[in-house]
């Protein structure tokens, strides 16, 4: 069954409170939970009940005005729900956004600045689509994808996600394959619970087996999202978007990476300046809480890699298709979204 209701992924409440669709728990449950303190927000986004780039901005946002109601030291909580998660650079510029508007208008300013921000990156969702649509080879399309970039991540219909909802509603999708994302399975999880909801055609994949996927032939353009790229185009994403671009580029498939300017970070220079958060162990050797290491087994469990921008075929934001992605392409790109 389709369902093309939007998806209430964040809330804000009265009494203030922020209410989010905990992304743990699907696509077994849709349950929602509620943060009436900006550290329950901050626990909520450590152990990823919400996530994804532009999401993680917009939460930010609304925590800083959560605070503005409920602390003293509001800057003392800004910092440490900027400080939650280090990759994605949408968390500290939310967060700044909304502490900025509470420093000039107080608490009312903070909500009215997370609103805004939340309405902004779905003008930005349905920008990225239309121009990812164009940034597309022609024909009948099976894209892949990697991890979750859809309405459980961004504003409106997502990042990447949107791009392939578009194809669709054109009919250009014949095929979307999803790469199940371990170890935390967004992909399997959280993508194809929004493909089945769209009615997409789908099947999910193990990661690895992608690359006999490209060997069959069977894919004609990747799109991905991005939690943060640097000046110089290189993109940190989700941990294992790296190969599939290495993959793509030796199959001669278009890679493309969709993201809003709100990812777009100047103040990274390349991509050895972007932090990868490092996730427990357990995340790895306990998937799904049961055993499938030793117990004690350790484990490297990077949440990010980084692709660098020769790999990239062409970076879509809301303002266009930047290609080829490199400082000077990047550069010319109008930064609207950053914070006064
Ligand atoms: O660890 P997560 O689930 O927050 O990682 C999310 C991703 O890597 C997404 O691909 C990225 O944020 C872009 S989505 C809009």
Same mark, same amino acid.
């Given at each position: 069954?389709?369902?093309?209701?939007?998806?209430?992924?964040?809330?804000?409440?009265?009494?203030?409170?922020?209410?989010?669709?905990?992304?743990?728990?699907?696509?077994a449950e849709e349950t929602e939970i509620t943060c009436r303190t900006a550290d329950e927000l901050i626990g909520?986004?450590?152990?990823?009940?919400?996530?994804?780039?532009?999401?993680?901005?917009?939460?930010? $946002?609304? !925590?800083?005005?959560? #605070? &503005?109601?409920?602390? =003293?030291? @509001?800057?003392?909580? %800004?910092? +440490?729900? /900027?400080?939650?998660?280090?990759?994605?650079?949408?968390?500290?510029?939310?967060?700044?956004?909304?502490?900025?508007?509470?420093?000039?208008?107080?608490?009312?300013?903070?909500?009215?600045?997370?609103?805004?921000?939340?309405?902004?990156?779905?003008?930005?969702?349905?920008?990225?689509?239309?121009?990812?649509?164009?940034?597309?080879?022609?024909?009948?399309?099976?894209?892949?994808?990697?991890?979750?970039?859809?309405?459980?991540?961004?504003?409106?219909?997502?990042?990447?996600?949107?791009?392939?909802?578009?194809?669709?509603?054109?009919?250009?999708?014949?095929?979307?394959?999803?790469?199940?994302?371990?170890?935390?399975?967004?992909?399997?999880?959280?993508?194809?619970?929004?493909?089945?909801?769209?009615?997409?055609?789908?099947?999910?994949?193990?990661?690895? $087996?992608? !690359?006999?996927?490209? #060997? &069959?032939?069977?894919? =004609?353009? @990747?799109?991905?999202? %991005?939690? +943060?790229? /640097?000046?110089?185009?290189?993109?940190?994403?989700?941990?294992?978007?790296?190969?599939?671009?290495?993959?793509?580029?030796?199959?001669?498939?278009?890679?493309?990476?969709?993201?809003?300017?709100?990812?777009?970070?100047?103040?990274?220079?390349?991509?050895?300046?972007?932090?990868?958060?490092?996730?427990?162990?357990?995340?790895?050797?306990?998937?799904?809480?049961?055993?499938?290491?030793?117990?004690?087994?350790?484990?490297?469990?990077?949440?990010?890699?980084?692709?660098?921008?020769?790999?990239?075929?062409?970076?879509?934001?809301?303002?266009?298709?930047?290609?080829?992605?490199?400082?000077?392409?990047?550069?010319?790109?109008?930064?609207?979204?950053?914070?006064?």
């Amino acid at each position: 069954m389709e369902h093309t209701g939007p998806v209430d992924v964040i809330r804000w409440l009265d009494p203030p409170a922020v209410a989010l669709l905990d992304q743990t728990r699907l696509p077994a449950e849709e349950t929602e939970i509620t943060c009436r303190t900006a550290d329950e927000l901050i626990g909520a986004i450590r152990r990823l009940a919400v996530r994804g780039a532009p999401l993680l901005g917009i939460a930010g $946002a609304y !925590g800083v005005a959560l #605070a &503005a109601r409920t602390e =003293d030291d @509001v800057p003392a909580a %800004a910092k +440490r729900l /900027a400080d939650a998660r280090p990759t994605a650079v949408n968390l500290a510029l939310g967060v700044r956004r909304a502490l900025a508007a509470w420093e000039r208008t107080g608490p009312a300013g903070a909500l009215e600045a997370a609103r805004a921000l939340a309405r902004e990156e779905a003008e930005a969702s349905a920008r990225m689509a239309a121009h990812g649509l164009a940034a597309l080879p022609g024909g009948p399309l099976r894209l892949l994808t990697h991890c979750n970039t859809g309405a459980l991540a961004a504003g409106g219909d997502g990042t990447a996600l949107a791009v392939v909802l578009a194809a669709h509603r054109a009919g250009r999708l014949r095929h979307l394959w999803i790469d199940e994302t371990r170890p935390l399975f967004q992909g399997a999880r959280l993508t194809a619970w929004e493909a089945e909801r769209a009615g997409l055609p789908y099947s999910v994949l193990p990661d690895s $087996a992608a !690359g006999s996927l490209f #060997a &069959a032939g069977l894919v =004609d353009a @990747v799109l991905v999202g %991005a939690d +943060r790229v /640097a000046a110089d185009g290189s993109v940190a994403n989700k941990v294992g978007t790296y190969p599939l671009a290495v993959l793509a580029r030796h199959h001669g498939v278009p890679f493309i990476v969709v993201a809003p300017t709100t990812t777009v970070d100047p103040g990274t220079p390349t991509g050895a300046g972007i932090v990868i958060e490092r996730r427990p162990a357990r995340e790895v050797t306990h998937p799904g809480g049961t055993a499938v290491a030793p117990e004690g087994a350790d484990a490297y469990n990077p949440a990010f890699d980084v692709t660098p921008p020769e790999l990239v075929t062409a970076f879509v934001s809301e303002r266009g298709i930047t290609q080829p992605v490199s400082t000077g392409s990047l550069r010319r790109l109008p930064q609207t979204h950053h914070p006064d």
